[in-house]
């Protein structure tokens, strides 16, 4: 960014500040780095003094870096500076990391949650009023995600991107692209002698794609298996499948359920490799309908989704990575699952080692 164009987005968010906490008397630092501070901009309005640290992404790379920024600056600051982390907009992900971490934030386009003595903002449902023109790159397309999900099930593991194309049986362009657009993005660290890469912080890799992950895009067919219990209806399908040679695994609650019998679920969801004929369906006593459906059939949009299968008590489930984004799209206490799922299951130090 300009150093024209970087004043006039940080006048920008003094005018926001300005107007949400209707002061007039403004003192506004656009070079806090002449005090020894490493952020963009210190703001006082009225009793309440900001330290804002600006980033031109909201991915979760470029928030938690902010984060870190303004917990290093602030403890040499005033008592009572709030810190605040600005961007042009603000996703899922980077709310929560803010609320986790105890940090405000503000966007550009006109979102914020701001806490602070004697000050409550909260402003959402704003759109986004910086969507980029044409088609972005998207590393966590149906294909381009089998490297994250091989990268997110052996962290540990620097990588060659030979490897990668190998063993994700991607193209090797394709591996190149996104791994080059991963390491911009700051998710991803590598060994300089050998040349392989991991997750730089696997937690960030993982609410990244989260944040992107839509679990509607796979072909869902949804229908009714008539048993006594769900877990019976997992059974017999399962059942089914094996008889009939079927590649299939669990996902979703059913899944969730078999790893840490996390609550009663109604909706088991079932990952099949191929279209279920009729026949199959028949054998499987499934009837199709949205109504009342308890059993989901889930044909992928990438084949990737059963990288890291295993089996659990007989039963094969996709790897806990896979179960956990799939849980954003169920229903019932399906965040709650993902949640528990994810502190017994997906625990990775910061840097992987």
């Known amino acids: 960014m300009s150093i024209i164009k970087e004043k006039e ?3 920008k968010i003094v005018t926001l500040i300005k107007e949400w906490t209707t ?3 403004v003192e506004v630092d656009f070079n806090p780095a002449e005090k020894g501070f490493e952020i963009d901009l210190i703001q006082k309005a009225g009793s309440w003094v900001f330290a804002v640290e600006y980033k031109r992404s909201g991915a979760a790379p470029f928030i938690v870096g902010a984060i870190e920024t303004l917990h290093k600056n602030i403890k040499k600051m005033t008592k009572n500076t709030v810190p605040v982390v600005a961007v042009p907009f603000m996703g899922e992900t980077g ?9 405000s934030w503000l966007d550009l386009s006109g979102n914020a949650d701001i806490t602070a003595p004697g000050l409550r903002i909260h402003i959402e449902g704003k759109p986004n009023k910086f969507k980029s023109a044409g088609r972005p790159k998207d590393i966590f397309a149906p294909k381009s995600s089998r490297i994250t999900r091989h990268l997110l099930i052996s962290p540990k593991r620097y990588i060659t991107q030979r490897e990668l194309t190998n063993e994700t049986n991607l193209d090797e362009g394709l591996v190149s692209r996104v791994v080059r657009e991963m390491e911009k993005g700051g998710l991803l660290q590598r060994d300089s002698s050998a040349g392989g890469v991991r997750p730089k912080d696997p937690n960030i890799l993982l609410d990244a794609w989260h944040e992107k992950y839509t679990f509607s895009k796979h072909s869902i ?3 009714f298996v008539a048993e006594r219990s769900s877990n019976l209806a997992v059974k017999s399908l399962v ?7 079927i ?6 609650l059913s899944a969730a359920w078999l790893l840490s019998s996390f609550a009663n679920y109604r909706t088991s969801s079932v990952y099949l490799s191929e279209e279920p004929s009729k026949e199959l369906l028949k054998k499987a006593n499934f009837t199709k309908g949205e109504k009342g459906s308890n059993v ?6 990438d084949e990737g989704v059963f990288d890291g299968a295993f089996f659990q008590e007989d ?5 806990p990575v896979q179960i956990y984004l799939d849980l954003k799209g169920h229903p019932e206490r399906a965040k709650e699952a993902a949640e528990r799922l994810r502190g017994e299951f997906l625990t990775w130090e910061k840097d992987a080692v």
């Open 95 to 103: 709310r929560r990391l803010c609320e986790e971490r105890k940090v």
């Open 9 to 11: 987005t940080l006048r």
């Open 296 to 301: 989901w059939l889930v044909v992928p949009n």
């Open 247 to 252: 590649n299939y695994a669990l996902t979703g």
């Open 239 to 245: 059942e089914t499948f094996k008889v009939n040679i």
């Open 315 to 319: 039963i094969r489930c996709v790897h």
């Open 221 to 223: 067919i949804k229908g």
């Open 23 to 25: 002061t007039e008397s």
